[in-house]
């Protein structure tokens, strides 16, 4: 199989979004009127993933699908599901930061089967560090390409995307990219250069729906360093496509 013919996996969550929609962010303490609701499939992997699809990628998602409309406990994916996996298919596998113990030895086999592959077909390998949890942390060293959440930054006490990148980067493995989308602010990246690269944000006319937009950012980098673009030219793209989805309810018209 061509690399161009192999997917981009994205493993994780996938939920029942409920939106409401009113006339303007409500106050503390006050209601407001709903103008309309709308149910959607949300996650952060379903959502990178959905992108992708509508971004022209060959692309498949992993993770726990309910049978009826509305559940919940659904378990995350486990080595052992992982493991019946077949690897050929694949040329990007990202992980949404979640059973975080679990992911590393997901990522351990994919590293195996790399360590037998041409350099051609091996698995480029991301993850997603967004939540602030500590188990999560461990995440950092096992990514090609490292996302880390603004509120993840904040947490470690930097106040920049900048900041967090030169900050942070000594905890990614030698090689790596990582990135930080500061949301109005913008993105950056680092790789193994040193060197900061900085996108500005790209705001639509007006602000309709930001749910997702961290996802469609995450989606769009992913499919341009897949595609051999520069890490400058991933980060502008995430960001262009990134302020379109905030100017659309869901998805529709990202591309347009």
Known sequence: MERTDKKILCI????????NVVEKYPEEDTDSRCLSQRWQRGGNASNSCTVLSLLGAPCAFMGSLAPG???ENL???SVEDFSKLDLSQYHWIHWEGRN???QVKMIEKVKAYNRNEEKNNTITISVEIEKTRETLYQLFPHGDVVFVSKDVAVQFGFQSAASALKGLYSRVREGAVLVCAWAEKGADAMGPDGVVVHSD???????VDTLGAGDTFNASVILTLSRGGTLQEALTFGCQIAGKKCGVHGYDGIVQ
């Open 75 to 77: 378990p995350d994916v």
């Open 12 to 19: 994780g969550l996938v939920c029942l979004d409920i939106i």
């Open 100 to 102: 975080a113990e679990d």
């Open 69 to 71: 409309p509305v559940a």
């Open 201 to 207: 944000a790209f705001p639509p006319e007006k602000l």
